[in-house]
């Protein structure tokens, strides 16, 4: 499966200020998606990624607040923009292995926030 | 759209004893169910999954079954050891909806020896 890491792996930020994540993979995936999981939660859809183009949001979820870019194949950033408390949270990456017909879907090693 | 429900929230098991996860999701066209492990402080990790042309799928000590007419399908872990205690997660996406997952709430089980 393709390896994924993610920078930084954790980060302690000021409300009102922005954080920039990066998402890097080993191999060419179609797919690249970003979750968030609240402390103690599920896993939640934040929007997907799509190369050369705007990402797609999920309902709850907006561009100003959450703006990603996907300039190639291997890499994607996600940022958390203009933070408050309510942002803390562990927030993945996701890409789709492509196996022929079939799929898999695999995630990178999380950026665990806290905003003070 | 998609909405998975996860039961039980927490299961505690003897070591050697079977555990059984279930997931029942709302959207008919869902065709691709997974299962990840998460351990604590870690990334969910895929374990086994199942697509909707299969009714069973069997890996070692991990099972999951399917059932599409009622929608719900089940993660079966047999003689279970202590590293099997982790949060796992039920997900169901479908191909023609751009292979988004959407996750159950979890299940935290613990093996006691």
């Known amino acids: 499966s393709a390896v994924i890491s993610q920078k930084p792996s954790r980060d302690i930020c000021q409300r009102g200020t922005s954080l920039t994540i990066q998402c890097q993979v080993d191999?060419?995936?179609?797919?690249m998606f970003w979750y968030r999981q609240q402390p103690g939660q599920s896993l939640t859809l934040i929007a997907t990624?799509?190369?050369?183009?705007?990402?797609?949001?999920e309902s709850g979820f907006v561009i100003d607040k959450f703006p990603i870019s996907r300039p190639n194949l291997t890499f994607s950033t996600l940022t958390v923009s203009n933070m408050s408390p309510e942002d803390s949270s562990i927030y993945l990456c996701s890409v789709e292995d492509r196996q022929g017909f079939t799929y898999e879907q695999y995630f990178g090693p999380g950026t665990r926030l806290t905003v003070t | 759209g998609e909405n998975v429900e996860q039961h039980p929230s927490t299961l505690s098991v003897q070591e050697g004893d079977s555990a059984v996860i279930k997931c029942t999701y709302s959207?008919?066209?869902?065709?691709?169910f997974p299962w990840y492990k998460q351990e604590l402080g870690k990334r969910p990790q895929l374990i086994i999954d199942?697509?909707?042309?299969?009714g069973e799928k069997k890996d070692q000590r991990i099972a999951v079954t399917l059932n599409k007419t009622a929608k719900h399908f089940s993660l079966h872990i047999t003689e279970t050891q202590p590293e099997d205690s982790a949060v796992y997660f039920c997900?169901?996406?479908?191909?023609?909806?751009?292979?988004?997952?959407?996750f159950g709430t979890g299940t935290q089980l613990k093996v006691e020896l």
């Open positions: 990624a799509n190369q050369g183009s705007e990402a797609t949001y």
């Open positions: 997900a169901a996406s479908w191909t023609g909806g751009g292979n988004k997952l959407t």
């Open positions: 199942i697509r909707s042309n299969v």
């Open positions: 191999s060419q995936v179609t797919m």
């Open positions: 959207d008919s066209a869902s065709n691709y």
